[in-house]
């Protein structure tokens, strides 16, 4: 049974720093594409940044240069490094795999996701 599990979010101020992780099991993380979404109260879920197989990365542009996406295929585990917080960057933030449509997944669409995490949350405080 596949599951991700995501973890290290929390609140902060602006400006301050968090690393999100996601677990995966029963699959092997390293032959998927794996992803993280975003979303906030109220507004659609949208695309964060994707890391292919091949180590190929996606950013959506309103995180470009403030978070990086990164996976350790040993552990099987993806992180997500955000620096620079902005209060509008408060959400609930999912991990999300895909393992057919690699290129979806770099494009950050949702529907190309196949499992998704429950998610961990993120406040940020101005």
């Known amino acids: 049974q596949v599951q991700l599990v995501e973890s290290g979010g929390g609140s902060v101020q602006a400006g301050g720093s968090l690393r999100l992780s996601c677990v995966a099991s029963?699959?092997?993380?390293?032959?998927?594409?794996m992803a993280w979404f975003r979303q906030a109260p109220g507004k659609e879920r949208e695309g964060v940044a994707a890391?292919?197989?091949?180590?190929?990365?996606t950013y959506s542009d309103f995180v470009k240069g403030r978070f990086t996406i990164s996976k350790d295929d040993a552990k099987n585990t993806l992180y997500l490094q955000m620096n620079s917080l902005k209060p509008e960057d408060s959400a609930m933030y999912y991990c999300a795999a895909a393992a057919f449509n690699g290129l979806g997944c770099r494009a950050l669409d949702y529907y190309a996701m196949e499992y998704w995490g429950k998610g961990t949350l993120v406040t940020i405080s101005s």
């Open positions: 890391i292919n197989t091949d180590g190929r990365t």
């Open positions: 029963g699959y092997t993380a390293s032959s998927y594409c």
